[in-house]
């Protein structure tokens, strides 16, 4: 009857079962391996991102990393006094002392064609800048550094030249976070996140380098996409529009830069995942990566062919459920977790590095808060004194012009003698608080898009009892508020809900794009960061190009790219903060000449993005000003129903559609008019680590229901 087999036969089949048992057991393995490409345009913050994973999952920066930076300190101090010199010639711009500045300039001219702006300045040098960056000439010019390329770091370094030029000198953490290092090549940073393996890749930006980098990235788990929103009016004078007369809200604004973001979006299998972030709030970055982390893992038991009931399926926004789940089929969740980290140029990705130390890795030691205590000193004084110095060049006066005089004139002492990294005097506690209430000195600082001046200046200048203390500390905030250039790549690994995860930053600038893609073929997703409130700006290296337009192109690329059907990316719509306050007085027609501002046909902001996005699903989530979950869909099914989960989230579901969406503030779509109406918004007042965290779960929900239906 044929029922017996040879030995041939038997040891065939034998053979075929190891051979199968094998292909499962690497199978499995794989799943837990994630790899996430990082892109975005140039200087959209995918590097910053980068660093910040080392911060939060490998303890920081070494001393070998320190002593790596140093020359790249010096080297973005002279080069950055070098371009304003540039820019002075180029705008017409005179120097306040015509007789010694020029020799100065000739000083800083002649140490970087020696090539030695990597070596510790000369005391010649050393003095040469000083007194330019005192002259009232260059400093009309770098106050109009949105006319040419700057370094973001300029002033921060320049500000510091004594501590700089110390001849024991060692650059702190915010000194390397401030460094700007062009990414060539591709950055790999492996950390472990949640029982998985992440792999981060950061490629180069730019658009000459996009042709290197988009061959071979079949497997990546998932893109990154870092959009810097601040560069939306980074454009060249000749091809800045005549602005609209709408109201410009935030709410509004940015939903439009989203809805054109998910416009791009052309494959009705593709989902996009959109975060506004913020990268200096820890609790925001932490909710956007756990929920990342929980796509991944759903996205790995899609493949692994895990089906769900239907009241399985419902309530997946619940990690425990997820968990449980995986329990109950005997099924390993996907333990590597490769996230690469992209983005243009200053988009914030290395303070969401900095966030998963916070987050993952205990947050700052005792010696880090010693470190930053002078940061903190510093950043404040630097910020009065730059409103203090655009007062001059804008042509305000103080409120109490005798009172407001000296106060100033104590200000410019403390810097001038190289203490303002020291504890506040009671004598300069009281200066900087008159000043600071000075009717004048505020109208000065509601004029900061005008001018260079930290984004923390507010945050510091209106605690300043607290920071004058004599037992002040720096809390948490504190140190994710103080700047310090950041350069270099860095790959951080942590772990998270039994997966290990390597996040990647890498270089946004449009030099480096074609570098990107040749070598991550397994990474989990891709992140890409865009920088909101660069709306106004344009690209350091194409003065004719704005950020964010660029951005739009590069997340064009990426996401309609043939090599990432199948990898996942989440948008982060970062600097949101910044963004908000932003939005205020400058109009987002600048790069949207479209954009029409408040309509009153429109019930709610939210509408206009429906209109914008594609006929198509199109999936989005983003953190709302109150922490909480907030997302935007437009979807061609005609229904909606609206459920409450269990854990306090609203989700629009619909039969025929994938993935719910959370809400803060739930936004029902009726089938015929799409008009939009704000059902609730109690949980607004959230705070950011729940908030974040509910996000990172709600994005696994998406996953889960849109691949296991």
């Known amino acids: 009857m044929g029922c017996t087999l040879s030995k041939e036969e038997r040891d065939a089949l034998e053979q075929s079962r190891n051979i199968d048992k094998k292909l499962k057991e690497d199978g499995m393995q794989a799943a837990k391996d994630v790899k996430l490409l990082l892109l975005g345009a140039g200087e959209s913050g995918k590097s910053t991102i980068v660093k910040q994973m080392k911060i939060i999952h490998e303890g920081g920066f070494t001393q070998e990393d320190n002593k790596q930076h140093k020359p790249v300190v010096y080297s973005n101090t002279i080069q950055s006094m070098a371009a304003i010199l540039r820019a002075m010639n180029t705008l017409g711009i005179a120097f306040g002392d015509p007789v010694q500045c020029p020799e100065d300039a000739r000083v800083v001219s002649d140490v970087i064609q020696a090539m030695q702006d990597t070596e510790p300045f000369s005391e010649e040098l050393l003095e040469a800048m000083k007194r330019l960056w005192a002259d009232p000439g260059v400093q009309q010019c770098f106050v109009r550094s949105n006319e040419y390329q700057l370094n973001d770091s300029a002033k921060y370094f320049l500000d510091d030249l004594d501590r700089l030029?110390?001849?024991?000198?060692?650059?702190?953490?915010?000194?390397?976070?401030?460094?700007?290092?062009k990414t060539t090549g591709i950055v790999e940073v492996h950390f472990q996140f949640k029982n998985m393996n992440?792999?981060?890749?950061?490629?180069?930006?730019?658009?000459?380098?996009?042709?290197?980098?988009?061959?071979?990235?079949?497997?990546?788990?998932?893109?990154?996409?870092?959009?810097?929103?601040?560069?939306y009016d980074q454009w060249h004078l000749s091809k800045v529009h005549k602005l609209g007369s709408g109201k410009q809200t935030y709410?509004?604004?940015?939903?439009?830069?989203?809805?054109?973001?998910?416009?791009?979006?052309?494959?009705?299998?593709?989902?996009?995942?959109?975060?506004?972030?913020?990268?200096?709030?820890?609790?925001?970055?932490?909710?956007?990566?756990?929920?990342?982390?929980?796509?991944?893992?759903?996205?790995?038991?899609?493949?692994?062919?895990?089906?769900?009931?239907?009241?399985?399926?419902?309530?997946?926004?619940?990690?425990?459920?997820?968990?449980?789940?995986?329990?109950?089929?005997?099924?390993?969740?996907?333990?590597?977790?490769?996230?690469?980290?992209?983005?243009?140029?200053?988009?914030?990705?290395?303070?969401?590095?900095?966030q998963m130390r916070i987050i993952h890795e205990?947050?700052?030691?005792?010696?880090?808060?010693?470190?930053?205590k002078p940061v903190v000193y510093s950043n404040t004084i630097q910020s009065i004194a730059a409103i203090l110095r655009a007062m001059n060049t804008l042509g305000i006066a103080f409120d109490n012009p005798k009172q407001g005089a000296e106060d100033a004139r104590m200000?410019?002492?403390?810097?001038?003698?190289?203490h303002d990294t020291e504890p506040f005097s009671f004598e300069l506690l009281q200066a900087m608080k008159r000043l600071w209430a000075d009717p004048g000195v505020q109208q000065c600082f509601q004029r900061s898009n005008e001018y260079q001046l930290n984004d923390s200046a507010k945050y510091f200048l209106d605690d300043l009892d607290r920071l004058g203390a004599k037992d002040y500390q720096p809390s948490e905030q504190d140190i994710l508020r103080t700047r310090v250039k950041t350069t270099g790549i860095v790959e951080v690994h942590f772990q998270f809900k039994n997966m290990n995860f390597k996040l990647f930053?890498?270089?946004?600038?449009?030099?480096?794009?074609?570098?990107?893609?040749?070598?991550?073929?397994?990474?989990?997703?891709?992140?890409?960061?865009?920088?909101?409130?660069?709306?106004?700006?344009?690209?350091?290296?194409?003065?004719?190009?704005?950020?964010?337009q660029e951005s739009l192109k590069l997340f064009d690329s990426i996401c309609n790219n043939k090599w990432f059907t199948d990898t996942s990316i989440i948008l982060f719509l970062n600097k949101k903060d910044l963004f908000a306050e932003k939005i205020k007085r400058s109009p987002l027609t600048v790069c949207f000449p479209e954009y029409p501002g408040m309509n009153p046909m429109w019930s709610h902001p939210h509408t206009f993005c429906v209109c914008c996005?594609?006929?198509?699903?199109?999936?989005?989530?983003?953190?709302?000003?109150?922490?909480?979950?907030?997302?935007?869909?437009?979807?061609p099914a005609p229904e909606w129903r609206c459920l409450w989960s269990c854990s306090g989230r609203y989700f629009l579901l619909n039969e025929k559609c994938p993935p719910p969406l959370i809400l803060s503030a739930p936004l029902v779509f009726s089938g015929t008019s799409r008009k939009v109406e704000q059902m609730d918004a109690s949980l607004a007042s959230l705070i950011y680590t729940e908030a974040?965290?509910?996000?990172?779960?709600?994005?696994?929900?998406?996953?889960?229901?849109?691949?296991?239906?």
């Not at 996009?210 to 560069?231: G, L, N, P, Q, Y």
């Not at 409130?533 to 704005?546: A, F, G, K, R």
């Not at 974040?692 to 296991?708: E, T, V």
């Open 165 to 181: 030029g110390a001849k024991d000198y060692r650059p702190t953490e915010q000194d390397i976070l401030r460094t700007r290092v």
């Open 613 to 635: 996005v594609p006929k198509h699903d199109v999936w989005s989530v983003c953190v709302s000003l109150g922490g909480a979950a907030h997302t935007v869909q437009a979807c």
């Open 411 to 418: 200000v410019n002492e403390v810097i001038q003698s190289i």
């Open 362 to 372: 205990g947050g700052f030691t005792q010696e880090d808060n010693k470190q930053f």
């Open 251 to 354: 709410e509004e604004a940015a939903i439009y830069i989203q809805a054109s973001f998910e416009a791009k979006n052309r494959s009705q299998n593709k989902e996009i995942y959109c975060h506004q972030t913020c990268a200096t709030d820890t609790n925001n970055i932490q909710f956007v990566f756990d929920a990342v982390t929980d796509v991944i893992i759903a996205n790995n038991l899609r493949e692994m062919g895990c089906l769900l009931s239907k009241e399985d399926r419902e309530a997946l926004e619940q990690s425990r459920n997820i968990d449980k789940k995986l329990k109950e089929d005997g099924i390993q969740a996907a333990k590597d977790v490769k996230l690469l980290l992209l983005g243009a140029g200053e988009s914030g990705k290395s303070t969401i590095v900095k």
């Open 692 to 709: 974040w965290r509910s996000l990172f779960r709600g994005i696994l929900a998406l996953f889960l229901k849109a691949d296991l239906e």
């Open 505 to 548: 930053d890498v270089g946004g600038q449009r030099s480096e794009r074609k570098k990107w893609i040749h070598c991550f073929e397994d990474v989990t997703a891709i992140i890409f960061c865009v920088a909101m409130s660069e709306y106004d700006q344009v690209l350091h290296e194409d003065e004719t190009t704005n950020r964010m």
């Open 198 to 231: 992440f792999k981060l890749f950061d490629v180069g930006g730019q658009r000459s380098e996009r042709k290197k980098w988009i061959h071979c990235f079949e497997d990546v788990t998932a893109i990154i996409f870092c959009v810097a929103m601040s560069e």
